[in-house]
């Protein structure tokens, strides 16, 4: 079995700071990692994902993301955010590359001006 | 949302009545699943399908039953809703268990 632990369910932040949104994960077996985001009112959309290679992982909004293995985490971060980064960020883990995933609880980001 | 339509969006229903959600794709994906978000909880797979009238069980799905007769749709009922199965219900959809997968927009239940 896996499980996904987001160690902060609320992050404000004020615009233009860095902000990293924290993940830990545990499981038997090698796993890959997502990062997804829940703009108000929508689905889901990926926003990054680790399945293997160089363990930084960028996205193209500018969110970038490091698999540790020693550590089983996969931090979420972004060196500048803007008020439209506001949303709540979901970091999953799947046995398979793409579905049948397991979430953390989310970390909702608040962008203020 | 990749072709991904649920229906209804919105429902408010008492406890003890039935209730059927649905997802309709026009992707052609084989698989697709059924979450439910609650706060604090994340996002929890409640029964999944992989192909027509092949349908698997998730961590929760304990009171939810869920059918497949078309690739395109796929179905969840609550037999008899409860005060606990109020949630937000997404359905997503892959091409395969190697591949992204797509999340609809959600259904908001409420069960009085």
């Known amino acids: 079995a896996q499980s996904v632990t987001q160690l902060d369910s609320q992050v404000p932040v004020f615009e233009e700071a860095p902000v990293e949104l924290r993940c830990n994960y545990s499981?038997?077996?090698?796993?890959?990692l997502f990062w997804y985001v829940q703009y108000p009112n929508q689905g889901l959309q990926l926003l990054l994902k680790?399945?293997?290679?160089?363990?930084l992982v960028e996205s193209i909004n500018g969110f970038e993301a490091e698999f540790n293995k020693s550590q089983t985490s996969f931090h979420l971060r972004k060196p500048s955010v803007h008020i439209s980064d506001t949303a709540e960020y979901f970091c999953?883990?799947?046995?398979?590359?793409?579905?049948?995933?397991?979430f953390g609880e989310g970390t909702q980001l608040t962008v203020n001006p | 949302d990749a072709g991904i339509t649920q229906s209804p969006r919105h429902k408010v229903t008492e406890t003890g009545t039935p209730v059927t959600l649905r997802c309709h794709q026009t992707e052609n994906h084989r698989y697709m699943y059924w979450y439910r978000q609650d706060p604090g909880h994340g996002l929890r797979l409640i029964h999944y399908s992989y192909g027509v009238k092949d349908t698997d069980k998730g961590e929760v799905s304990d009171g939810y039953s869920v059918s497949r007769s078309k690739t395109e749709d796929f179905l969840l009922t609550l037999e008899s809703a409860t005060s606990s199965q109020t949630s937000v219900y997404f359905c997503?959809?892959?091409?395969?268990?190697?591949?992204?997968?797509?999340f609809g927009q959600g259904t908001r239940l409420t069960v009085v």
């Open positions: 997503a959809i892959s091409a395969d268990l190697d591949t992204e997968a797509f």
């Open positions: 499981s038997s077996v090698s796993v890959y």
């Open positions: 680790y399945l293997s290679g160089s363990t």
């Open positions: 999953a883990v799947s046995k398979t590359s793409g579905s049948r995933l397991t």
